[in-house]
């Protein structure tokens, strides 16, 4: 069975900084698409950042600079370094796996991230 499973969640205060990290089990890694979303109260989820197989990057304009998107495929992981957080970061985030010529689409449970003095 595919799992993901996130990790490094956590109060922290403005300005301050967080790395999230997902890990994966029961899909091939080095070939899906990996992501982290992310959940704010009486808000849509959002995409915030992903990475290819190839390594490329993209990010949500609100977090360019802020945020680095990592994979280790020896790992079956992927890590969102989050810097300089600000209040509006606050949300249950999310890890993603997608395998765009399957279809596949897998989802972690989440972890808060809460930015707050």
């Known amino acids: 069975q595919v799992q993901l499973v996130e990790s490094g969640g956590d109060l922290v205060q403005p300005g301050g900084s967080l790395r999230l990290s997902c890990a994966a089990s029961g899909i091939i890694f080095s070939i899906y698409t990996m992501g982290w979303y992310r959940q704010a109260p009486g808000k849509q989820r959002e995409l915030v950042t992903n990475?290819?197989?190839?390594?490329?990057?993209n990010y949500v304009d609100s977090v360019k600079g802020r945020f680095t998107i990592s994979r280790d495929n020896a790992k079956n992981t992927v890590y969102l370094q989050m810097n300089s957080l600000k209040p509006e970061d606050t949300a249950v985030y999310y890890c993603s796996a997608k395998y765009y010529p399957r279809g596949d689409d897998y989802w972690g449970q989440g972890t808060q991230v809460t930015v707050s003095s």
């Open positions: 990475i290819s197989s190839g390594g490329r990057a």
